[in-house]
């Protein structure tokens, strides 16, 4: 096992500790030109959707609007949009991703440098940057209408 996939699981094994059932959320937010914000950790390998885990006390959807705006600085104008639910068994038995398409967003000025998010960036959907994770391409492919929807994240 590598040593990203040693962190991530050390990192879920304390949140499964801490609460039986872990819930996340991801989502695409696009921009004007149609292009897709990505993410990249600095903690792990490859090109994500913005989000991140719903804390106790949170509905998913203000979950989904505070990693956007924690993540790449981008706040949220209408709220998020489920588009569907998957079951997250590569991190857990446990484990399950709620899937959004967030609308229109302002800028919340500079995007703030910090220790999770190395770099964030807007791609076209045919010039997607390498490493961009393999769920990635299955929700983008869900949400253009290429590909059945899978329950597995």
Same mark, same amino acid.
Do not use: C, I, K, Q
């Given at each position: 096992m590598g040593f990203e996939k040693l962190i991530v699981r050390v990192l879920?094994?304390?949140?499964?500790? #801490? /609460?039986?059932?872990?819930?996340? =959320?991801?989502? $695409?937010?696009?921009d004007?030109?149609?292009r897709i914000c990505l993410v990249r950790h600095t903690y792990v390998s490859g090109?994500?959707?913005?989000?991140?885990?719903?804390?106790?006390?949170?509905?998913?959807?203000?979950?989904? #609007? /505070?990693?956007?705006?924690?993540? =790449?600085?981008? $706040?949220?104008v209408d709220p998020p949009r489920l588009v569907s639910a998957h079951f997250n068994r590569s991190a857990s038995n446990r484990d399950h991703v709620l899937f959004y398409r967030c609308g229109a967003f302002r800028r919340e000025g500079a995007r703030k440098p910090s220790a999770e998010i190395?770099?964030?960036?807007?791609?076209?959907?045919?010039?997607?940057?390498?490493g961009t994770t393999d769920a990635t391409l299955r929700r983008l492919a869900e949400l253009a209408g290429e590909a059945a929807p899978d329950p597995y994240w």
């Open positions: 879920h094994g304390v949140h499964v500790v #801490a /609460r039986p059932m872990t819930l996340g =959320v991801r989502g $695409v937010v696009s004007n030109d149609g090109w994500y959707l913005p989000g991140g885990g719903v804390d106790p006390g949170e509905t998913a959807a203000d979950a989904m #609007a /505070r990693e956007v705006r924690e993540e =790449v600085g981008l $706040v949220l190395a770099e964030m960036d807007f791609f076209a959907l045919d010039d997607l940057p390498d």
